[in-house]
C-alpha cells in the first residue's frame, strides 16, 4: 500500500535558524524557504520544516525507552561515525554522551537541533 516516505515535518521556533542549521552544519539541500517554512532534501528524503509559535513542551533524551509516546527522532547514516562526529564537533554542535557500539558493530550518537529536537548519525557494520 505504501511506497515511500514522503517527507518528514519538523515543527521549528525560527525558520531561518533551523535552515541554516540543517544546511550548513548537516548539509541538507535548501530548496526554498521563508519565515514560515521551508522545503529541504537529504539523499531522497524530503523534510518540511514550519514555524510554531509554541513552546516546547517536553525534551526527549537518549533514553529511547523512557521517552513519550510519538515521533522520537531521526537518524542519519554515516560511512565513518568517528569523522562523522568530528565534523560536527568541529561546525558548533554538542554532541551527547559517548558513542555507543563498538567498531565494526552498529553505532551511534546523539545531539540535538536548535530546538532539542533529537538527531542520530548511525554507522551500520557493512552489509546491515
Known sequence: MLDAVDNAGIAVSDVPR???FYTEILGFTDEGHDAESAS???GEVAFW???TPLPATERRGTDFTANPPGLDHLSFRVADIDEACETLEARGVSLEGPTVGAP???RYRGFRDPDGTMLYVVERPSGA
Open 40 to 42: 529541504l532534501r537529504l
Open 104 to 106: 565494526g558493530e552498529f
Open 49 to 51: 520544516l514550519f514555524r
Open 18 to 20: 533551523a535552515v541554516a
